[in-house]
């Protein structure tokens, strides 16, 4: 602007018309926003609105766009987390893609030889080092790995919500998982007991080999992950300094404890609000829980086809009295460079179809949390399974998944008429 030639109104207004007309075009190209048909009128696009929530460069939506999947493993995710524009200015210094070279013959991705002096190439060495703690090259690395991570965050829940709006199932589980190793620094591969300070892959043994026997409520049997590893201890110290006293000093087990202790321990109850053939009135009705013969009636709840439902869900921590004094709600992270709150994801999906229905974002859950979620029933009439997943943003391991069986009974056009005027209701009271 300030380098043209000619400075006169019509030469300035020529050269702003060109830019915004250019931005515009940049941003359709990305799906962020549609330009009508009469060339004057714009409207925002739901990547548009999701690129602004997240202050995202329109390049890594159309990134994202063009290339998530509806199943993608791991290892994808991660190189089109580091293809995003944000990283595009990830110093990489004199010498350094020698140090990227050197750096990613000891990490388990394979990358391009040839691209040891690209940002994104950097970004994802940094991450998969993170990942699996390996030694970094110098200081410098230290300080860009936490420019990775400080973003890394934000774009991932920027996928999730492509992948939401796309209705991906599989891709958006992943990214879930994504994110608990961004937070924990380890390969979702990886033994969650590893997440455990001062616990190391030679020490998993003495959890291998624990046996609850004659503990009351305690777990019976060896000891793979987090959830049994708090069953077994069963809130109890001693229990837990018995396991680990020949492979950690007492300070350490200290330490260990007070991160186990804190780790979040959650019961989930579920029942589904809404209209029925019949009713009067909006109902709300339990869900089956621990469904063992999927033969007998009981077990399947009935809705009516094609129909708005919402599930309700509640979250009991049951472990609220081991929390530390302050009731802090950060997650204890400590190879994630700034503090995090505990929370989740709630995700309902369809298995069978590898179909995402619904995704929720819950904060931390003090003592207890009520959530409702809505959804759609299946137009065709039959029995069906619906499944919730409980996942952490924070850490990995601490996930649940429960099967909601609806049994899908014909259409009611009485029901239908009610649940949208209640909807209608709902959404006046809102606003």
């Known amino acids: 602007y300030y380098n043209l030639d000619d400075i006169n109104h019509e030469t300035i207004n020529k050269y702003l018309s060109n830019l915004v007309e250019r931005s515009l075009r940049d941003l359709e190209c990305s799906y962020c926003m549609e330009i009508q048909e009469d ?3 714009i409207e925002p696009l739901t990547y548009g609105r999701i690129a602004s929530y997240y202050y995202l460069k329109h390049q890594t939506i159309r990134t994202f766009k063009e290339r998530l999947k509806p199943e ?18 990830l110093p990489v210094r004199h010498n350094e893609d020698q140090l990227n070279s050197e750096l990613a013959q000891r990490l388990p991705l394979k990358v391009n030889p040839h691209s040891y002096d690209s940002a994104h190439t950097k970004t994802y060495l940094l991450m998969q080092a993170h990942f699996s703690r ?3 090259p110098c200081s410098d690395y230290g300080t860009d790995t936490k420019t990775v991570l400080d973003n890394a965050i934000r774009i991932c829940q920027a996928m999730l919500d492509v992948v939401a709006n796309e209705g991906w199932l599989v891709s958006a589980l992943s990214i879930c998982n994504l994110v608990q190793m961004i937070i924990q620094a380890r390969w979702l591969h990886d033994s969650s007991l590893l997440t455990l300070p001062h616990i190391e892959k030679q020490d998993l043994y003495v959890f291998r080999r624990w046996s609850a026997k004659g503990a009351r409520g305690g777990y019976q049997g ?3 992950g987090l959830p049994e590893l ?6 109890k110290e001693d229990n837990f300094t018995s396991m680990v006293k020949e492979v950690l000093q007492p300070n350490q087990i200290y330490q260990t404890w007070a991160f186990l202790s804190h780790l979040p ?3 989930v109850r579920m029942s589904v609000k809404g209209w029925w053939e019949g009713c009067e009135e909006q109902t709300e009705r339990a869900i089956p829980a621990n469904v063992t013969n ?9 809705l009516h086809a094609d129909q708005e439902y919402v599930l309700q869900v509640s979250l009991h921590r049951l472990n609220a009295g081991h929390q530390r004094r302050k009731q802090d709600s950060k997650a204890q992270a400590p190879r994630f460079p700034k503090p995090k709150d505990e929370g989740w994801f709630l995700v309902l999906g369809e298995v ?20 409702s979620v809505a959804f759609y029933t299946p137009e065709k009439m039959g029995k069906c399974i619906y499944t919730l997943y409980l996942m952490s943003d924070s850490y990995l391991g601490l996930d649940q998944q429960y099967d909601i069986h609806l049994n899908v009974i014909p259409a009611s056009i009485a029901a239908q008429v009610n649940s949208e005027i209640s909807d209608s209701v709902g959404k006046m009271a809102l606003k």
Request: hydrophobic share 40%.
């Open 72 to 89: 993608l493993p791991i290892q994808e995710l991660l190189a089109i987390l580091s293809e995003a524009e944000e990283y595009a200015e």
């Open 134 to 136: 390996a030694q970094l």
């Open 265 to 267: 321990v959650v019961e």
């Open 230 to 235: 708090m069953a077994a201890c069963d809130g």
């Open 294 to 302: 999927i033969r007998d009636e009981s077990s399947w709840l009935p």
């Open 352 to 371: 069978e179809k590898k179909e995402l229905l619904a995704i929720k974002r819950v904060g931390y859950i003090r003592n207890h949390s009520s959530v």
């Open 39 to 41: 060339e004057h009128t």
């Open 222 to 224: 060896p000891i793979e």
